[in-house]
């Protein structure tokens, strides 16, 4: 198995449970948040994975990788942080208790 068809399952989880959360309060505000946040991971997944991959700590099997790199690191390993920038708020949103609505 391909790490590219690895990482389809999380993405397709991630954009459905996403999507779930559409007409919830602020889902614009936490795809803002979320884009940022993951941004962030990205940056960071990208200079420690090359260090790591550098330090000879862990290699990938080329045979495995869809072969577009950021560095040493192939880029199938930037999709989980992706996933989780996204996924994370969203279960949190859906798992959140709504307000009651008082009866008159």
Same mark, same amino acid.
């Given at each position: ?40 991971? +990205? ?7 090359? +260090? ?53």
């Amino acid at each position: 198995m391909t790490y590219p068809l690895l990482v389809l399952p999380f993405l397709l989880v991630t954009v459905a449970v996403t999507l779930a959360t559409i007409r919830r309060p602020r889902f614009g505000r936490r795809m803002a948040v979320s884009s940022i946040t993951a941004l962030v991971l +990205i940056a960071l997944t990208a200079v420690f994975d090359n +260090i790591m991959i550098a330090a000879d700590l862990f290699t990938y099997p080329d045979e495995h990788l869809s072969g577009i790199r950021i560095g040493l690191a192939p880029i199938e390993d930037l999709s989980y942080a992706v996933c989780a920038a996204f996924l994370v708020p969203a279960i949190a949103t859906l798992l959140a208790r709504r307000p009651r609505e008082e009866t008159p």
